[in-house]
T-cell receptor
Framework: GAVVSQHPSRVICKSGTSVKIECRSLDFQATTMFWYRQFPKKSLMLMATSNEGSKATYEQGVEKDKFLINHASLTLSTLTVTSAHPEDSSFYIC??????????????FGPGTRLTVL | GENVEQHPSTLSVQEGDSAVIKCTYSDSASNYFPWYKQELGKRPQLIIDIRSNVGEKKDQRIAVTLNKTAKHFSLHITETQPEDSAVYFCAARKTSYDKVIFGPGTSLSVIP
């Protein structure tokens, strides 16, 4: 099946720094990638939708200047948390959909990135 | 926008019994309904999905039913096993490349 990877899996940073998270589709071209945020024991909250080569569409309440999303190629999207603060600590998960074997429109999830801001 | 509700939030069953999780959605344009299983600290895994032109789908011990008129769908797990313990999320989506909206989740515990 289709594989989506994320890097890093865990990151700890100081308050005020910026953190970049990468999401890659390893064996298919991802026309659309999604970024989710998940708090402990909570559901996945969609942050933004990104299509290759165009600006991301952010969900209501998500600060686009704080969560910078770039989808520069059909296999890579990045989420940069700028000037991170402790309240940004969370589990960030990406998903990708595109021309994958077996199903053209199934969303495949990355393993997630645990961000801890001190 | 789409809103997905899910019940119950927690569910405990004895091993071998059945588990049922119910979801409702608000947008009648939604036509794809996946179910995900998420173990602690792991990514969500698609376990079954159903499209609006189908009323029921089964895969071994897992089945999903959909009532488009009432805008609700359900997950049924039979002969539950301890390894079925996890958080289950229902979700809804409109078009093929549209965003998936998740329900709040159900924490299922299967007691040996």
């Amino acid at each position: 099946g289709a594989v989506v990877s994320q890097h890093p899996s865990r990151v700890i940073c100081k308050s005020g720094t910026s953190v970049k998270i990468e999401c890659r589709s390893l064996d298919f071209q991802a026309t659309t990638m999604f970024w989710y945020r998940q708090f402990p024991k909570k559901s996945l909250m969609l942050m933004a939708t990104s299509n290759e080569g165009s600006k991301a569409t952010y969900e209501q309440g998500v600060e686009k200047d704080k969560f910078l999303i770039n989808h520069a190629s059909l296999t890579l999207s990045t989420l940069t948390v700028t000037s991170a603060h402790p309240e940004d600590s969370s589990f960030y998960i990406c998903s990708a959909t595109g021309l994958a074997e077996g199903s053209a429109d199934t969303q495949y999830f990355g393993p997630g990135t645990r961000l801890t801001v001190l | 926008g789409e809103n997905v509700e899910q019940h119950p939030s927690t569910l405990s069953v004895q091993e071998g019994d059945s588990a049922v999780i119910k979801c409702t959605y608000s947008d009648s344009a939604s036509n794809y309904f996946p179910w995900y299983k998420q173990e602690l600290g792991k990514r969500p895994q698609l376990i079954i999905d159903i499209r609006s032109n189908v009323g029921e789908k089964k895969d071994q011990r897992i089945a999903v039913t959909l009532n488009k008129t009432a805008k609700h769908f359900s997950l049924h797990i039979t002969e539950t096993q301890p390894e079925d313990s996890a958080v289950y999320f229902c979700a809804a989506r409109k078009t093929s490349y549209d965003k998936v909206i998740f329900g709040p989740g159900t924490s299922l515990s299967v007691i040996p």
